[in-house]
């Protein structure tokens, strides 16, 4: 019998979005930002809850659960989560006279829901959809900014091309196997359009994540976009991605070796033979990931544009991920590490970005990090919190992000990758360069004449966020040192 009770948590949160949408025509402009993010919020919470009563089935050989995909839709939601405090002090501050940007939030994160349990293409492009046509509006939600304009027009031109490159290659997938399924075995004689096909769709997905080379898009949509959407962006829609593409690429080598279907991500995958045209696209995109990412990202002075690049550098770590325990030598894959670094990353991004949106106060469109300075001093627990994150980016203990880069250096010189690692080692010490810079500016003094004019930092706008950014801080440093949970 098809469990559907998987699906709850996607449920609750689509009910949340209709809520919020349906509301809000009916509230007052003045109280739009002081009801509706704490209506959805609720939602979000409930959903986050419900992950509780899932199991592991799957619903039509559409979707799938696991433990990962669990830790994952929670990490999801979370940063939702954050993403919604984040606007709410944002719009609630600039007086912004709609309230429909909850709900958008909402819609996109079922979406990005969908990508992590999708196990057949026609569901993962469902779940890209609802990802991206909300982020678009929110990406341009503010239409008298030239810059807004500029990155919606951006993402939505290449976002159209690159959904177009991923249906081709669905389409060819399933010349090539006679089924949309990612485990579905490929037909004799055509192996070469299954691997034109799956080819395409790695593009379209590497798009999604904001992988090199397919990052053009990312510095300036992120400029554009107001910071809470870009911590969203940054976290929910790389999560949606880089968890589909963990999929896909276990489905792609079951289907290589026409084993029986194998969905579960926390559980070894080896194959028979390797593909070396495969091992290579994987260690191009890190590399140039990792090596674009760290040395754009230090010559920046736009906080937005500095975290840009740290997405770009950490899709190159977790590619190297997609090569663990040992693909080049044994064929095996597991992705619990992936994971573990998704999860970390996302929590440690959205965090930061949701806390520097409350330290901008209403200049929320500043370009430098000298705006910045010294705005840690007149609030220094969001700031703390801000510290926190930025520290788990930077991979220094005793934040998660330390334990999840040790992993996944030390399981890449298990691998036969020693080079690699070395290489993403030390070019994790040219970013943590641009994030110990962000920490500095926020504590050191400022001058007299540019000192903080922000809004009191107990208005109404600012509860959400407080204890969103605090809960990200304490579970960055929780989820360090609980045991094992690096092994998933």
Known sequence: MTNFINLLPIAVVALGALVTLASEPFIRDENKHKILPWVASLFVVA????????????????????????????????????????????????????????????????????????????????????????????VGIRRHQENAGEGVFKYFVSGSIFSALFLYGVAMIYGATGSTSFFAPILEGRGAIYGVGILFVIFGLL?????????????????????????????????????????????????????????????????????????????????????IGAFSGLAQKSIRRILAFSAVMNAGFLAVAFLLPNYAGEGSVQLGPMAYFLVTYAIGSAGALTGIAFLAGRDDQFENLDDLRGRGRKRPFVALGVVVCLASLAGLPPAAGFLAKFVLFTGAFSAGLGWLAAAGFALSLVAAVYYLRIAYVLFVKAPEESECKCCCSSAPFSYLLKFAVAVAAIALVAVSVVPGVALL
């Open 207 to 291: 798009f999604k994540a904001g992988a090199a080379p397919f990052h053009f898009w990312v510095a300036d949509v992120y400029t554009g976009a107001s910071v809470a959407v870009t911590g969203f962006m940054a976290a929910v829609v790389k999560v949606g991605a880089l968890a589909a593409l963990g999929s896909v690429w276990l489905g792609m080598l079951v289907a290589k070796a026409a084993s029986a279907p194998a969905w579960n991500l926390s559980e070894p995958v080896t194959v028979a033979s390797q593909s070396k045209a495969l091992y290579l696209v994987v260690v191009i995109v890190a590399l140039l990931s990792m090596v």
């Open 47 to 138: 959903a986050m809850a419900a992950f509780a009563l899932v199991n592991t089935d799957t619903i039509f050989n559409l979707f799938a659960m696991d433990p990962i995909r669990r830790l994952l839709g929670i990490a999801v939601l979370f940063c939702t989560f954050l993403g919604i405090s984040g606007l709410q002090w944002t719009l609630g501050h600039e007086k912004f006279k709609g309230g429909e940007s909850y709900g958008l939030m909402l819609l996109a994160a079922c979406g990005a829901l969908f990508m992590t349990q999708a196990i057949d293409f026609l569901s993962l492009f469902l779940g890209m959809e609802l990802a991206s046509f909300p982020v678009y509006a929110l």
